[in-house]
């Protein structure tokens, strides 16, 4: 397991990184909410009431900061975050 700081402007995230048997687990933790690879599940997350997205198809923490937004709980759509919306800029709404 591979745990990071993530700055993302003044202030700061923790990436986690866990290879698991056939892909990895990597997922951004911010205080208000958590970025995902497709590895967690979304429904499980909504139910929970997380602030929670999804981008799909990464393989680094790199990856997930770049990549797109897929899929969102109801409670990121209310903090701004969209579909569409890189990981970086999604993260910076959940720190």
Known sequence: MKISSIKIGKKKALG??????????????????Y????????????KLGDCAGVIKGVKNLEDLLKGKVVQL????????????MTGKKALSKLV
């Open 16 to 33: 986690i990184d866990i290879p698991m048997p056939n892909a990895k687990l990597i997922l951004a933790l911010g205080k208000k909410g």
């Open 35 to 46: 970025l995902m690879c497709g590895y967690l599940n979304l429904e499980t997350a909504e």
């Open 73 to 84: 709980t109801s409670k990121a759509k209310k903090m701004g975050i969209k579909a569409g």
